[in-house]
């Protein structure tokens, strides 16, 4: 099993930046790959930005240019530096590590951007 803990979401205005934390315990993960999800009221889950074991990075076109994780497999931490915050940014942030049809979830974090 693996237990995941997401910090650092909050309250910012539109342009600013928020930077989100997962620490995940449990097992290895320098195999799995590490991201970060978003759901919005009303609307599915969806991918913002994952990083793979060999280093790959993927963003959606939301995230492209503004959004930037980085993982540290010493420390077993993915972390998310958004900036110039939208408020179409507002959702809870949830931390995922899959490997092949194995996922865990955090609890997720709120990130609110206000006009």
């Known amino acids: 099993q693996v237990q995941l803990v997401e910090s650092g979401g909050g309250l910012v205005q539109a342009g600013g930046s928020l930077r989100l934390s997962c620490a995940a315990s449990g097992r290895p993960l320098k195999l799995y790959t590490m991201g970060w999800y978003r759901q919005a009221p009303g609307q599915q889950r969806e991918v913002v930005a994952e990083?793979?074991?060999?280093?790959?990075?993927y963003y959606a076109d939301s995230a492209k240019g503004r959004f930037t994780i980085s993982r540290d497999n010493a420390q077993s931490t993915v972390s998310l530096e958004m900036n110039s915050l939208k408020p179409e940014d507002t959702a809870v942030y949830y931390c995922?590590?899959?490997?092949?049809?194995?996922?865990?979830w955090g609890q997720g974090t709120q990130v609110t951007v206000s006009p």
């Open positions: 995922n590590v899959k490997l092949l049809n194995i996922n865990y």
């Open positions: 990083t793979t074991s060999g280093g790959s990075t």
